[in-house]
């Protein structure tokens, strides 16, 4: 139709009212056919369901749900009547529809029944209300407006005077010094976790979805806290509990570990381990299960916290909550340092007794390495927010645990109510606490809500707000199944890939500057020919075309020069040793010509991203377990936590993006380039987005090449594909494989493999 929209891009606001007799409004139900059942309504935009009402017996539910929406203008949003054991009748509009009338759909329409036929007993009273994504105002206006209130539909409201201290990696050594004027003073997050918990007086709770207790926090030989070195976290957490603090243990149970194969389960995540190391002791350590009515190992609780009491700022006496939130696990491997070594740490403290090797079979300390370097990202948040982040673990704790185990704030002396801090203390931070989870794994959902997805909320709202660039890290990249070239029907529906090509696009069509850099893992966690990892690959690989095609048709339509690559990078971490000095000899080797032999022979490995946090504009980051995948992001999978924070701002335009997110993301890039140029300033111009292009290319080649030339210190990589100037993906002229192995780069769908365990 000339002149229509071709997109359903924005978000739907539905209100379900009523279902209705047109003969008797005041809603005589017993007299209907449904005989009084409980009743529900559900949305569907093109068969997949967006929205769902609570049950009810009269037929009103008054519920509104906000739906984002990036699909075609030829959609189906179908809503539909049911009951446990019926389809009562269904409401089919199309999407034009809804943009065609003003975007407003309102009134009392007649159910079809499965027959093709009306109903005439029944009624749906709803509205349907469509806001266009391009009139979200960008992320300077409503900052320095003052005017963001938060995301409306969460369980926690946007708190204010708040602390957020951003960290990336475990631990810094003492030679990491970028620019402090540019990028920040690093800060280790381990070795703040190891004080945060020995000054508890109070609490201190612990959600997990891998922990081992005998690991070792502090480790480096220059630490500002010498006494901690070497001490297992276990025996910290003992200590804390011997002394009276109320220490409670919130651990996944993967219920894969089993005697029968030592406890290790599927995933090794040491629940079994853990609950036996607390057994006798004073720490409460209790692991439960993410229950799922389809599948009840599949999906795991995901939500990585820590939260202890600490003293508050400028007080003598008062306590305040303290909580640490994103994507570090306290168990093997997380240990790491901005170097990531391969080789060389393998004879010292940091690493020898914890070598970590799962994408090699048969890897271990006695034949070498490489070990898996680790780029992780967390925060730690205090104030209000960090109450929020304590109601969650009570709300999972009370759910699936007792709730008498756990100690009521209230009855905590001299301890700041968790929704107030002091008057006296101005913090400059406003956070937003966001969930995937579901009424089976805590209580109290927002309003009525049995799914939270607060996380992707935010992440598209976030997207749709961006001006100038986006920044993202994240173990698994997977989305906008709907808009693939095949599975479309696999259930990947989250939008987070989609919105990015589409506001990439949306720039291209107004002639405006934007830039966004993505940086995965080279491929997932694990053997990378193994049936899982391939299929995530191929996922991948599908979410790449789908953007770079967008991306490419919107430049050939503009009529302007440009390239795909001029506005989306997606780029890996890797690391290339040459033999050093002192380095350790392993007793035994690999079998030659084996993915280990050949990774030891040419002395490189990627740097393991695991990651999950956004910086939009340098204005706004999101943080925390979610990965931009399907599981993360549905609700109803794994269960996760994140924060949305950003910085109360003072107006003046030309200091906008000079406060801590922006030093965090120089600091980030300083690690992956090893330098903090001028370019970097501004991730949106060409020119900064040309530079890390090079680097990236460069370091690939470095990376690829048969010579061993030492990557010193650069470990930012061009993730192994080609795109074409119509925004084709292609294989890399000199290999299908990634280097050493015989994986391929593009994946291969497993014929086994359910969708919903690799999306």
């Known amino acids: 139709m000339e002149g229509m929209p071709r997109l359903l891009h924005g978000t739907i606001v539905a209100t379900i009212f009523n279902a209705s007799s047109p003969y008797s409004p005041l809603f005589p139900f017993n007299c209907i056919c449904t005989n009084g059942k409980p009743a529900y309504v559900t949305i569907k935009i093109d068969n997949k369901k967006v929205a769902k009402t609570s049950k009810e017996s009269d037929r ?7 739906i984002q929406c990036a699909h075609s203008a030829d959609s189906t949003i179908t809503i539909t009547l049911k009951t446990s054991f019926s389809i009562l009748g269904e409401v089919h ?26 109903n005439p007993k029944l009624k749906l009273k709803f509205v349907l209300c469509f806001k266009p994504a391009e009139l979200e105002p960008s992320w300077a206006n409503l900052l320095s407006n003052d005017e963001f209130q938060g995301l409306r539909d969460a369980t926690f409201p946007q708190r204010s005077n708040c602390q957020v201290k951003l960290y990336h990696d475990a631990h810094h050594s003492s030679a990491f010094q970028p620019p402090f004027d540019l990028c920040g003073v690093p800060k280790n997050l381990w070795e703040d976790v190891y004080k945060a918990i020995e000054g508890a007086k109070y609490i201190v709770y612990i959600a997990g979805w891998s922990f081992n207790p005998k690991m070792v926090l502090v480790r480096d030989p220059n630490t500002e806290i010498p006494h901690a070195r070497g001490i297992k976290f276990g025996e910290l957490l003992n200590k804390k509990a011997e002394e009276g603090v109320a220490v409670r243990v919130m651990l996944w149970d993967d219920e894969t570990s089993l005697p029968l194969i030592k406890n290790k389960g599927v995933m090794n995540t040491h629940d079994e381990d853990a609950f036996a190391y607390f057994n006798h002791t004073k720490v409460i350590c209790r692991k439960c299960p993410r229950l799922h009515h389809k599948f009840p190992t599949l999906f795991a609780h995901h939500q990585k916290t820590i939260t202890v009491d600490t003293k508050a700022h ?4 008062d306590r305040e909550l303290t909580s640490f939130v994103g994507g570090l696990d306290l168990c093997d491997g997380r240990y790491d340092t901005e170097q990531h070594s391969l080789f060389q740490t393998l004879i010292r403290e940091s690493h020898c007794y914890d070598f970590y090797q799962t994408n090699i079979g048969g890897a271990s300390l006695n034949k070498g390495g490489p070990r898996v370097p680790w780029h992780d990202a967390h925060a730690c948040v205090t104030g209000e927010a960090a109450g929020d982040v304590l109601t969650n673990f009570e709300q999972r704790w009370t ?10 704030a ?52 976030a997207i749709r707000r961006a001006e100038r660039f986006i920044y993202i890290e994240n173990q698994y990249f997977i989305g906008g199944c709907h808009w693939w070239e095949k599975d479309r029907h696999c259930g990947c529906t989250n939008l987070i890939p989609i919105e990015i090509a589409l506001k990439v696009v949306n720039k291209i069509k107004a002639k405006k500057r934007f830039a966004v850099y993505i940086v995965i893992p080279m491929w997932p966690e694990g053997v990378p020919e193994s049936e899982s990892v391939q299929d995530i690959l191929h996922w991948t690989r599908e979410t790449m075309e789908m953007m770079y095609r967008l991306i490419g048709e919107a430049i050939q339509e503009s009529g302007e020069p440009g390239h795909p690559r001029d506005y989306l990078n997606f780029f890996c971490l890797a690391n290339r040793e040459q033999k050093g000095q002192g380095e350790y000899l392993p007793p035994d080797f690999p079998h030659p010509e084996t993915q280990y032999w050949n990774a030891q022979k040419n002395r490189r490995f990627m740097v393991y991203v695991h990651s999950k946090l956004m910086i939009v504009d340098d204005l706004y980051i999101l943080i925390g377990s979610a990965n931009v995948n399907q599981r993360s992001m549905d609700g109803e999978r794994d269960t996760e936590i994140a924060i949305g924070c950003y910085q109360s701002q003072d107006g003046a335009d030309n200091q906008m993006s000079l406060g801590d997110i922006h030093a965090y993301r120089m ?6 380039t090893n330098s903090a ?16 292009r090079s680097i990236g290319d460069q370091m690939w ?38 280097p050493d192995t015989n994986s391929l780069v593009k994946g291969k769908r497993s014929k086994m493999l359910p969708p919903d365990l690799t999306t």
């Open 667 to 672: 600091s980030l890039w300083y690690e992956h």
């Open 314 to 317: 400028k007080s003598v006496n």
């Open 677 to 692: 140029q001028e370019l970097f300033l501004k991730p949106e111009c060409l020119e900064c987005v040309q530079r890390m």
């Open 399 to 408: 759910k699936q645990c007792d709730p008498s185990l756990l100690v009521p």
């Open 701 to 738: 080649e470095i990376y690829n090449s048969e010579e061993i030339v030492d990557m010193k210190g650069v470990h930012l990589v061009t993730y192994p594909v080609r795109i074409t100037q119509e925004g084709y993906v292609k294989d890399m002229i000199d290999g299908i494989h990634f």
């Open 60 to 66: 009103v539910w008054n519920q509104t749900f906000k």
């Open 93 to 118: 509009i199309q999407a034009q529809q809804l943009l065609k009338e003003g975007n407003l759909i309102n009134g009392f329409f007649p159910l079809i029944m499965e027959n093709g036929k009306p």
């Open 410 to 461: 209230s009855t905590l002396a001299n301890l700041m109510p968790r929704t107030r801090t002091s008057s006296s203390i101005e913090r400059d931070w406003k956070v937003q606490v966001y969930r995937s989870i579901d009424h089976v794994s805590a209580g109290d959902l927002f309003r009525k809500l049995t799914v939270e997805r607060s996380i992707h909320e935010a992440y598209v709202e």
